[in-house]
Nanobody, 128 residues
Framework: QVQLVESGGGLVQAGGSLRLSCAAS????????MAWFRQAPGKERECVAA????????YYADSVKGRFSISRDNGKNTLDLQMNNLTSEDTAVYYC?????????????????????WGPGTQVTVSS
């Protein structure tokens, strides 16, 4: 059974940093796209960062470029999101997502519907 479990969320002051981590079990996602999404109250879910080992492709939403950094440790089957210079606009539930290793990927997906596995989410609250 595939499980993705996020950790590292919490309350932080504006300008601060947090590091989210996602631990995957049940399957390995070494060559599969993985991503971080977030959803704030009343807003649609958005992809903030995605990563695909093949081709070394990485995607960042414009709103987080230069502040967030996605990385993965394939040996540990984990995906991290380093978030710096946080603002109140970053307050949301953050979700880890992975695409099935069985899929053939010719590009890096950034839509939620293109990911097959999801974690339960971790709350990030930035106080101003």
């Amino acid at each position: 059974q595939v499980q993705l479990v996020e950790s590292g969320g919490g309350l932080v002051q504006a300008g601060g940093s947090l590091r989210l981590s996602c631990a995957a079990s049940g399957r390995t996602f070494t060559n599969s796209p993985m991503a971080w999404f977030r959803q704030a109250p009343g807003k649609e879910r958005e992809c903030v960062a995605a990563n695909r080992r093949i081709g070394g492709t990485t995607y960042y939403a414009d709103s987080v470029k230069g502040r967030f950094s996605i990385s993965r440790d394939n040996g540990k089957n984990t995906l991290d999101l380093q978030m710096n210079n946080l603002t109140s606009e970053d307050t949301a539930v953050y979700y880890c997502a992975a695409r099935s290793p069985g899929r053939i990927d010719t590009y890096l997906p950034s839509q939620g519907s293109e990911y097959d596995y999801w974690g339960p989410g971790t709350q990030v609250t930035v106080s101003s």
